[in-house]
């Protein structure tokens, strides 16, 4: 049975932790189109390697036509619309730097496997059953999600700085031949167009350095709001639980979810 079978399969509460996730990150609608090729696919190695990364964007989106043909002949209105629409956010988004597909299916597939994980847990008893379901709150909950978010903000911003190198040695390339060609070349029309062509490499880059910038600030501002909030209060239940259990009260410290974090 097929990983994303598996998890049609769970209860509404694991479901409604897939919706959440998925909201934020990568279009179900695909995930469960192209369900078996996703899972057969090794987004992981293609996450640091831009090649691999490239051809996969392009196979997604070969598969992602076939499926738009298939439709088109069942004369699926709604479902054409969502998917030309998904197909153009797709290439978009990831057209520049397609290793950011690859991070985003990566850990969609690892979150998926984490709440399978949770949810195959042996059947506890009344008491552990009662002292585990206080433990799992709401918050918690969002805690996972926001670190997952986190995680993955840090990883696509990993991979935009990567891109700035590139783009910055191949400008400083281009820019130091044009300085040892001969003065008569400089006068050129080719000349003119590697200027232009320079001058549109410079203002990119300022571009996506500010862009960088402003989300690795994000993810400062986030990851303070988490740390100040959500960490702190789960802090300040977990050493309640442990003066609770130094006067006989049961034992549950909930220390291991607080390291994961």
Known sequence: ????????????????????????????????????????????????????????????????????GRVSKEKN???????KRIRK????????????????????????????????????????????????????????????????????TEQDTKYLEDLQDEFDYRYKTIQTMDQGDKNSALMNQEVLTLQEMLNSLDFKRKEALSKMTQIVNETDLLMNSMLVEELQDWKRRQQIACIGGPLHSGLDQLQNW
């Open 77 to 83: 209105l709604l479902l054409i619309h969502n998917l």
């Open 1 to 68: 049975m097929s990983q994303w079978n598996q998890v049609q399969q769970l209860e509404i509460k694991f479901l409604e932790q897939v919706d959440q996730f998925y909201d934020d990150n990568f279009p179900m609608e695909i995930r469960h189109l192209l369900a078996q090729w996703i899972e057969n696919q090794d987004w992981e190695a293609a996450s640091n390697n831009e090649t691999m990364a490239t051809i996969l964007l392009q196979n997604l989106l070969i598969q992602l036509d076939e499926q738009l």
């Open 89 to 156: 956010v797709l290439q978009g988004k990831f057209h520049g730097n397609p290793m950011h597909v690859a991070v985003v299916i990566s850990n969609c597939l690892r979150e998926e496997r984490r709440i399978l994980a949770a949810a195959n847990m042996p059947v506890q008893g009344p008491l552990e059953k009662s002292l585990q379901s206080s433990s799992v709150s709401e918050r918690q909950r969002n805690v996972e999600h926001k670190v997952a978010a986190i995680k993955n903000s840090v990883q696509m």
